[in-house]
DNA sequence: TTGTAGGCGTTATCAT
DNA sequence: ATGATAACGCCTACAA
């Protein structure tokens, strides 16, 4: 019964008047006839007609889409990490309270036959307003390439920079200080750290902000006490155990993510210590999963939600052509549970 | 230095054919001479060129897009719920490798003008070719709308019907009866239910499941044992708390949904319970979570990923006019870790 | 094998 | 205040 689709074309039939007319309309101009515009307004709604994005965007050349990169990283299916998942909320909302729907762009099969990974192209390809990236490699030559064109774009805690990018991230040196800062307070001297991948922004500030902390607490940096993880679980196991296997092991580890942070909580587990009367463990992100464990996890939070938030509000006054910081920082919160406690007596 | 965008239009020019031929050349024609092809072909990669989806969808009236919609319930922010993370993944991927990208409707602010959730009208405005509907409510009049309509649907755990529409969902009765049968097997006999919303497929047939199981296992539905839950933390907490405090409380609880599991997980640390020696809890669903949890949850797992993948595959069929079965419905596995042991002695 | 031309649904610029 | 008409970028008969 309902006809398939109402075109504008029809619309000008059925009431009467030209296309143009009915564009304006319907578009809101002033200089329209109220009674016309009433009419035609009152059969569009009849007719439950939806102007065609396609078409619109195609004159307009804005298609009040932004696209979305999410690379996680080999061997982790995208979309994986939790992390993301929390900012991809922040720019959902704010993205549609703007008026902009979201393109989750595959990484995977280019199937209309852009290669691999041409963000450009792809881009290009969907006529997106802008776009927002995360987890990708900012070295990559084609994000290079994404960020140097005129396309608006933001990073989420990737670097980028270019004509119209910038991008967001938390206070992630503040944060691995305060880490630190909070261990060392319950008289921890020996604070060993697992790190993410030093070629990421997160990782590489996370670990200065670790090393500062150390500093300021006047612990020394030790080397066998520094351990490289990439985030996810499995690493920070790893990490952990041979930590832990050490002939001097750490009364206290500070985790990048909290992923690691809960494979450090299994190896200590396995190695037979009571967290947190044997071992203190901090994490970082508090993603849902820190608060149910058992004990809770003590961890730094950073506001998922407000950098998603931050990234879509940062894209969308560019695309607006209005001004926009290069680089959004928020800030972490420590967030104290129950991983956390004095060291046992005599270390 | 790179031009702004590479059109059909130039790339003619530039080779010095018509624009007919530069179109057929690239879509892989086979009418047109080789050294012509090689020469246009080479020409467009040159100069980076893509051709534009919208002028593409307005002539052939396809997108390549699939639509996805998110509702997670009042209250609840969509995309908040991890089980549709996941799913999400196996759609993304599944679409992707099929050259199919995905728009992520928000379902807040309309912005182009579109009522607050008309899903047909926001489907036909962007020209979706198919759409994926999570969490939504199918007595909504609005999805009914959508799905009478002629543009191919599939719903994940909500039972759509209509022209071309089906849905996936884990065989959730059998999940229900899984959970009380591995309780009932070790010996407990006052078993409680925290239940979803009834008016959710998963959470009515998780429930019968429940019922079922009882029943198998020769055990009374005791009415004050039944407890409704909306998936999320808090309700599970409430419920199992009203159930512990109970003059006769159960030995053992299901719950439909991993989150209300880690809620009854509380109550019963509150109560002063240890899990598994004084209480057992089982979940439903086996998000990341549950693993790491102390002890691990046991849980009724669902191939998340894979029903993201069936919807895909399912919709994808849908679209290319090939037949494609109306109800998927995948098994579920019963992961037994640390939260069900026998019932204390005396019970 | 290739060119021509019509049309997809809108917006926008002119006239009128 | 409204009506033509030209784009927008591409595909696809139909002609040549």
Redesign the pocket.
Known sequence: MSSE????????RLS????????????G?????P???ERIVRLAEELD????A???A????RSHVVGVFLDTGEGHPDLQHPFFHEVLVGVQETAGAGGFDLLLFSSEQPGNGYGRHSYLKRCRHHNVDGVVLMGVDHHDEEVRRLTASSIPCVGVDVELEGRETGYVTSDNVAGGELAVAHLAAQGHRRIAVIHGPVDTLAGLERLRGFRQGLDAAGLAYRDEHVRAGDFYVESGHRAAAALLALPEPPTAIVAASDLMAVGALRAATEAGLVVPRDLSVVGFDDIMLAAHLQPGLTTLRQDKVGLGTAAAQALMHRVAGVEAPDVVKLPVDLVVRGTTAPPPAGT
Chains 1, 2 share one sequence.
């Open positions: 689709r109402t075109t504008i074309r029809e619309l000008a009467g008047v030209s296309i143009g007319t009915v564009s304006r309309a319907l578009n101009y002033t200089d329209v006839r009674e016309t515009r007609y939806t102007p065609s396609s078409a619109r195609l004159v307009t050349q």
